[in-house]
């Protein structure tokens, strides 16, 4: 190896070394933060509504939502790196009041990652087959393969919530999910999934400013459904629904995290930095490829313009 090739393999070999201190120093503080113990004790959250009125804290400054988020969102695509290479399964549920900011959170989320190895699930109401079916299966077919993640926009939890609510299933079944769900959930963990589970928590005064938004708006209207409304006027059947739901479902092997979500751009970012401190990934980013130059086109040439059709370009 030459003087010139051995001063570019060490630039190369400290250019990496550099980067896994930094990815550790930043996993550190993760860690930190949340060591596992918020499974069993209450929030740090808390000690801060102390100081605010009414429990709520001062909306997030946009400049510094955009920049943090940009920084944990490189984290998401090393933690999905770690996962492709390890064959880590991990499944990610988001529950919560409507409008309480669960599918913003999960655009930012998958938004940076590679859609081979993350899906998105929401599903819809289910077909007469379906409800034939053990009721956990038209789940259980969305599960992650080896190296893949899977994000849950709602999920078996309408059971719970909004079939009980609304009347969709009788008592008997609501107490069969109740007893059966846990069991359910061990089951994945000890077939080696990681199952993290979000409560998206808003206050009926937020839910009605987000509610008027979307109808004052079009392009957002499609996003308050006529259950929506109807679940307006059931706010106390919910939240007792809710409040019986988490508390016999929170098992240790797959806790309830509830997310405050008055704010939308703290609760993401709170969230996110949530998931990144629950997966123990490492930096496993491949290194920067060179591009070499550009093979002879040869004898190519293209076809006349005139053969084909293009798209007008209505924006000179």
């Not at 190296?147 to 926009?153: C, H, I």
């Amino acid at each position: 190896m030459n003087g010139d090739a051995l001063k570019l393999a060490n630039a190369k070999k400290r250019r990496k070394q550099k980067s896994k201190k930094k990815h550790k120093a930043s996993n550190s503080l993760l860690y930190s933060q949340f060591d596992g113990t918020d499974r069993y004790h209450p929030s740090p959250i808390l000690d801060d509504f102390t100081s605010n009125s009414e429990g709520r804290l001062p909306k997030l400054d946009r400049k510094f939502y955009e920049k943090e988020l940009a920084i944990l969102q490189v984290e998401l695509v090393k933690m999905q790196y770690w996962i492709k290479h390890t064959g880590y399964r991990i499944v990610l549920l988001f529950e919560g009041r409507d409008a309480a900011g669960k599918g913003g959170t999960i655009k930012r989320v998958t938004e940076p990652l590679n859609p081979r190895g993350c899906t998105v699930v929401a599903l819809g109401t289910p077909s007469d087959q379906q409800k034939s079916q053990w009721y956990f299966q038209r789940y259980v077919e969305h599960f992650p393969s080896a190296g893949e993640m899977v994000l849950f926009d709602r999920s078996w939890y309408n059971r719970a919530g909004v079939e009980k609510v609304m009347g969709f299933c009788s008592p008997e079944q609501v107490e069969e999910f109740m007893q059966s769900c846990p069991e359910f959930e061990r089951m994945l963990v000890r077939s080696g999934i990681t199952l993290l589970k979000y409560w998206f928590s808003v206050s009926d005064e937020e839910q009605e400013v987000r509610f008027r938004s979307r109808l004052e708006d079009p392009a957002r209207r499609w996003k308050l459904s006529p259950m929506d409304l109807e679940s307006r006027d059931r706010w106390v059947e919910f939240s007792r629904a809710k409040d019986e739901m988490l508390s016999r479902t929170n098992i240790p092997e797959a806790p309830w995290f509830t997310v405050e979500a008055n704010d939308k751009r703290r609760a993401r970012l709170n969230c996110i930095r949530h998931i990144l401190s629950k997966v123990p990934y490492e930096d496993m980013t491949p290194e920067a490829i060179e591009l070499p130059p550009r093979k002879s086109v040869g004898d190519y040439q293209r076809p006349p313009l005139n053969e084909q059709f293009f798209v007008p370009n209505a924006y000179t």
